[in-house]
């Protein structure tokens, strides 16, 4: 039964979420509270415009079918009001219009890229504004990688990448802007120096 004066009734479901935009890059951080059917109600301390498309990932989705299973959805903000009684700056209602697939490619489509990638596990560091990381090669081609990291970075950034050869005792350096991004790692694309 539907209490409130919605369209459509919303559950409670607390859940930290990322959200990746154009604008903004990957932001993490953030929290949802309740949802519906069709969207979500989430609290911030970033400053998002209504009416701009994001995409939301969600950790423990209820939307799921098993338990505990992330999910990201394309959305579109549809309102912000800033708060006052909540450790957050802002809250949004955001509208979801479908779901993402995970991960640097969906297994249920077949892989269009133009040049092969293998599948590896091969720990690299990566350097970016005098800050050293490191990540994890999950797959390469000659024109570029995914890496799976755990710090968040943003579309259009460049790295230097160190990655050891084990069969040729030798570690190869190179370049790479960030072309894609998801909630595990980036998609990088080397770049020619």
């Known amino acids: 039964m ?8 919303r559950f409670d479901h607390e859940a930290p979420i990322s959200i ?17 059917n069709n ?22 989705s209820p939307f799921a079918s098993e338990y505990d299973i992330f999910e990201c959805y394309r959305s579109v903000i549809r309102w912000r009001k800033g ?18 697939p995970r991960g640097p490619q969906s297994p249920s489509k077949k892989d269009s890229r133009k040049y092969h990638r293998n599948n590896c596990a091969v720990p690299l560091k990566y350097a970016l504004k005098g800050q050293v990381y490191k990540g994890l090669i ?6 570029g990688a ?3 990291s755990g710090f ?5 950034r460049y790295i230097t990448m160190a990655i ?3 069969k040729k005792h030798k570690i190869i350096k190179r370049k790479g802007k960030i072309v894609w991004v998801c909630d595990t790692g980036y998609g990088v694309k080397f770049i020619k120096t």
């Open 39 to 60: 969207g979500i109600y989430f609290e911030s301390d970033f400053r998002l415009k209504p009416g701009i498309e994001i995409f939301v990932g969600i950790k423990d």
């Open 152 to 156: 968040p970075l943003s579309t259009g």
């Open 138 to 143: 999950k797959n390469i081609s000659s024109v």
């Open 83 to 100: 708060l006052k009684r909540s450790p957050f700056s802002y809250g949004y209602g955001v509208e979801l219009f479908e779901r993402a």
């Open 164 to 166: 050891p050869v084990v």
């Open 2 to 9: 539907n209490l409130e004066i919605r369209d459509n009734t």
């Open 20 to 36: 990746q935009s154009d604008s903004a890059g990957v932001l993490h951080g953030s929290k949802m509270y309740n949802y519906s």
């Open 146 to 148: 995914f890496i799976e």
